[in-house]
């Protein structure tokens, strides 16, 4: 099985269940499903098993244990169903049953997982045929505090969604007016390097270095990095920066997107003239 359309529907029930009522299971047959796989290239929209829209680290994480549990789960509801109908030849069927189970283990977690924020990943790295797709859209909270030099921002957000926050303290990112979706900001004083557009996603672009139109002074965005939220392969969530976890830390700021599935980052902002 490496389709998650294939997944049982009891499984895809029982791992509905376990995600907060906020988020949102899209499978090929929903309403919605179409636009969920739409992305900024055309070229990269790719036909997902599934869409898992996540509203919370934890979503994250039950959705990567779901990955890597359900044929666990399978495995056991067939032995007990074999029990039930077998009885004594219980035991001779038991090595057919495991050689089965570990087929059924090693190919059901082939099933292709992505991440998705902003989208704009031009070679559709933030889509799948087939597999699962973690969509971080509903992470998108900012929070600025102006004294400190600090935003935090969900890992799912747009720059759009910083670039306006800050703008309601009278801060700003650095994609210029034109690309602003608030036209009346006030003039910044206090800027952020992000992307040059302001639809790129957080996520995609700080894992990816980031340069903005401030780089020259500020370095690119991953060098404005001090803290992130990340959930790993199993499940785990960390809260990492250069005294916690400090290798993985390292990792994230340049090495790729590949660590985990960051749900949250602190960035320093920096004073610039106007
Ligand atoms: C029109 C346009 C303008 C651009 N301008 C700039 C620019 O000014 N500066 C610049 O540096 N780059 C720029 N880029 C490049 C852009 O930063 C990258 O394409 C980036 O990967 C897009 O991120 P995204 O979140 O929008 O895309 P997505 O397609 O959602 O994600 C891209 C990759 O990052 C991974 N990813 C995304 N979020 C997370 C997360 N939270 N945790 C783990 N993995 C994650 C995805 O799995 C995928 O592999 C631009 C690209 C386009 C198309």
Known sequence: MNNANDIPTA????????LSPQAKVITRADPGYQESIVRWADNAIKPAGLV????????VSETVRFLTWFPVQIFISYLSIERENVGDVYSSSHTILNFTFQIKF??????PLVVKCGGHSTNG???????????????????????RKLIVSGGGALWRDVDVAAAEKGLATDAPA????????NPCSLALVGGTVNHTGVGG??????????????????DNLVEAEIVLADGSIHTIDE???????????GAGNKFGCVTKVRLLAGRVVV
């Open 11 to 18: 499984a895809l029930e029982a791992f509905k269940e376990s």
């Open 52 to 59: 898992v829209q996540v509203a919370s680290a934890q979503d």
């Open 106 to 111: 090693a190919v059901a977690r082939h099933i």
């Open 125 to 147: 790295h933030s889509s799948t045929n087939g597999g699962i797709v973690i969509d971080l859209h509903q992470l998108r909270d900012v929070a600025v505090d102006a004294e």
């Open 178 to 185: 034109e690309h602003s979706s608030n036209p009346n900001r």
């Open 205 to 222: 672009l700080t894992l990816g270095g980031g340069y903005g139109f401030l780089s020259g002074q500020h370095g690119l965005t991953i």
């Open 243 to 253: 005294n916690r976890m400090p290798d993985l830390f390292w990792a994230i700021r």
